[in-house]
């Protein structure tokens, strides 16, 4: 902490008079975010204290330590353009070819932050300006990205290449998408750089960005025109665009504008101009970038806002189709558009009937727009269940937050379900409880081993949101729960049952209780450690209100004794998981 913060003479007094250790680790938070595993010479580096720098290299320090995820001193020093620490570090042998857990270089950094004194320093020391990232992209994507056209024109120089990225990206598109129109007219300047087609789409990429990025439509349209002029410029051969590209629902079935003079008439229709930069985007990038899912969300959420909940529910539920298909299960954006669903359901029947903003009056959800997303929920569930599985003993804590929060997002999504679905309706109902029971025998557990029931009845169950209009534990959701299957007696982690945690909510609630004991739940089953459902209540009229008697049988009171008198191995093999649970 005296590095990160510049404490020299704490520092000093630590090293030399305490004996403190110049390579403990520890976390420090820089800008937001925790950074694990920081020795104290890359949090000096990183806060740009020079002289601390110095003095832990005097006493030893490691000038190629990492932290957890694999980031060096000299990297944190070129992430916020520290040159004198650069500077020394490389002095004192430190490795600029070191690359974090994604493989960015500290090249890499230095171009995407604008630090041009940095990127020269390290390319006249034979920085290699060709080095591809896990994601394929090198240091000119970073320039591209960030708008550092000086330091870009630095790298062309140095022999860099125009090289794609695992997404098919050059760095000329990758400027498109972002928006740096300068870099873009740079890029295509340059004579036999790119092909005519490179050119093309980069323009016409770069006006999908104005529309939704930049909210430009009319200097979309000039670079769509320049783009069409590439097309059918008459001393060359025309480059079509493609004629029987499938429509799109969610795309309100647009088609891209294929003739020149049809430009000019998106002017009057600004929502079809949004659509051609969706269709541009998606056929320029493909489904599996994520600017493509994102934009399209982007726009939905627009649409939300304006009081148009159908078309952004056609276009969230494209997105979501498209990020299922191409991404790893439980990825974040799927997370994140799930989650969205979930805020958007819990709004509009919150809000059901009201005047939004715009003074349009929102509509009631739609029982089959609320079932469609139940359903890619409940397969994302099995998708991340059965790739947990397979990592088995591999498996780290990353990926089980991210299995528990699709799981309580799935089951947020069933709580608004079981509330507005009646008996009376047979084949709701039993489509409903169909799509519960997939979730039930898929057996996902999220954080401390708990699943589906004993989250809903649990504080992890809480989903943090801006409208919580359907709230944990909920009794539609628990009985629909019991009613498919669920295992009321399972353990999480800590040997608590669905029971053992309804206990521990405050408010309590008798009437959970009741249901989980009516369906089988044992009233004095005992956790790891030692604790019933009446031990943790702490009140005996809590407990005496709920009947107790009514749930305590002679099985389980003979089970107490035998437990007490016998030794395991004495009892019988069937009889021997009945009795550990008392």
Same mark, same amino acid.
């Given at each position: 902490m005296a590095c990160r913060n510049g404490h020299y003479d704490v520092a000093e007094y630590l090293i030399e008079k305490c004996g403190a250790d110049v390579e403990q680790p520890g976390s420090v938070v820089f800008e937001g975010e925790t950074i694990e595993g920081a020795p104290p010479l890359w949090c000096a580096a990183a806060a740009g204290h020079l002289a601390l720098v110095k003095l832990l290299v005097k006493r030893g320090a490691k000038v190629n330590s990492i932290t957890k995820t694999n980031s060096t001193p000299l990297r944190a020093a070129c992430f916020d353009g520290h040159y004198d620490i650069v500077k020394f570090l490389v002095n004192n042998g430190a490795d600029i070819e070191m690359a974090n857990r994604h493989g960015h270089t500290c090249l890499m950094i230095a171009c995407y932050r604008g630090h041009i004194k940095i990127?020269?320093?390290?390319?006249?020391?034979?920085?290699?300006?060709?080095?591809?990232?896990?994601?394929?992209?090198?240091?000119?994507?970073?320039?591209?990205?960030?708008?550092? #056209?000086?330091? #870009?024109?630095?790298?062309?120089?140095?022999?860099?290449?125009?090289?794609?990225?695992?997404?098919?990206?050059?760095?000329?598109?990758?400027a498109a998408v972002t928006g740096h129109t300068h870099i873009v007219e740079y890029l295509i300047s340059i004579p036999d750089l790119f092909d005519r087609k490179a050119h093309i789409d980069a323009l016409e990429l770069l006006g999908a960005t104005y529309v939704d990025k930049k909210r430009d439509m009319i200097g979309a349209l000039q670079f769509w025109k320049r783009a069409m002029n590439e097309r059918y410029r008459g001393d060359r051969p025309v480059i079509s665009k493609p004629?029987?590209?499938?429509?799109v629902a969610a795309y309100d079935f647009a088609r891209e504008v294929s003739e020149p003079e049809a430009l000019d008439d998106l002017l009057a229709d600004p929502d079809e101009m949004r659509m051609q930069a969706l269709v541009i985007r998606e056929r320029i990038l493909g489904p599996a970038h994520p600017d493509t899912s994102y934009y399209i969300r982007y726009r939905g959420a627009v649409y939300a806002d304006a009081g148009k909940f159908s078309r952004c529910i056609e276009l969230w539920n494209y997105a979501l189709d498209m990020q299922q298909d191409m991404l790893d299960p439980l990825n974040p954006?799927?997370?994140?558009?799930?989650?969205?669903?979930?805020?958007?359901?819990?709004?509009?029947?919150?809000?059901?009937?009201?005047?939004?903003?715009?003074?349009?009056?929102?509509?009631? &959800?739609?029982?089959?727009?609320?079932?469609?997303?139940?359903?890619?929920?409940?397969?994302?569930?099995?998708?991340?269940?059965?790739?947990?599985?397979?990592?088995?003993?591999q498996v780290c804590?990353?990926?089980?937050?991210?299995?528990?929060?699709?799981?309580?997002?799935?089951?947020? #999504?069933?709580?608004?379900?079981?509330?507005?679905?009646?008996?009376?309706?047979?084949?709701?109902?039993?489509?409903?409880?169909?799509?519960?029971?997939?979730?039930?025998?898929?057996?996902?557990?999220?954080?401390?081993?708990?699943?589906?029931?004993?989250?809903?009845?649990?504080?992890?169950?809480?989903?943090?949101?801006?409208?919580?209009?359907?709230?944990?534990?909920?009794?539609?959701?628990?009985?629909?729960?019991?009613?498919?299957?669920?295992?009321?007696?399972?353990?999480?982690?800590?040997?608590?049952?669905?029971?053992?945690?309804?206990?521990?909510?405050?408010?309590?609630?008798?009437?959970?209780?009741?249901?989980?004991?009516?369906?089988?739940?044992?009233?004095?089953?005992?956790?790891?450690?030692?604790?019933?459902?009446?031990?943790?209540?702490?009140?005996?009229?809590?407990?005496?209100?709920?009947?107790?008697?009514?749930?305590?049988?002679?099985?389980?009171?003979?089970?107490?004794?035998?437990?007490?008198?016998?030794?395991?191995?004495?009892?019988?093999?069937?009889?021997?998981?009945? &009795?550990?649970?008392?």
């Open positions: 990127a020269k320093f390290l390319l006249s020391l034979n920085a290699d300006a060709n080095r591809k990232s896990v994601k394929g992209n090198t240091a000119l994507h970073d320039c591209a990205e960030s708008g550092s #056209l000086e330091i #870009l024109k630095v790298l062309v120089e140095h022999g860099a290449k125009m090289d794609v990225d695992s997404y098919g990206m050059t760095p000329l598109l990758a004629e029987f590209s499938p429509v954006m799927t997370q994140s558009s799930l989650f969205s669903f979930t805020e958007l359901f819990s709004f509009m029947m919150g809000e059901e009937g009201r005047q939004t903003v715009r003074g349009r009056r929102v509509p009631p &959800v739609e029982r089959r727009d609320l079932m469609r997303v139940f359903q890619k929920a409940v397969k994302e569930v099995k998708k991340g269940k059965q790739m947990v599985d397979k990592l088995g003993d804590e990353r990926d089980l937050t991210f299995l528990n929060r699709v799981l309580v997002i799935t089951l947020h #999504l069933a709580c608004l379900l079981t509330r507005e679905t009646g008996e009376d309706n047979i084949e709701e109902h039993f489509a409903l409880h169909k799509e519960l029971y997939d979730l039930i025998q898929i057996n996902a557990r999220g954080r401390q081993g708990r699943d589906a029931l004993q989250l809903v009845h649990s504080e992890d169950g809480a989903l943090v949101g801006r409208y919580p209009t359907c709230k944990f534990p909920s009794s539609y959701l628990t009985k629909a729960l019991l009613r498919v299957g669920a295992n009321v007696n399972a353990k999480d982690n800590d040997g608590n049952t669905a029971l053992h945690l309804a206990a521990l909510l405050r408010p309590w609630q008798p009437r959970l209780a009741i249901d989980l004991l009516d369906a089988g739940a044992h009233l004095d089953a005992v956790n790891n450690d030692g604790n019933t459902f009446e031990t943790l209540l702490c009140d005996k009229k809590l407990y005496d209100s709920i009947y107790p008697v009514r749930y305590t049988t002679l099985a389980c009171l003979a089970a107490r004794v035998v437990k007490q008198t016998y030794r395991e191995s004495s009892v019988p093999r069937y009889l021997r998981a009945f &009795v550990k649970m008392h």
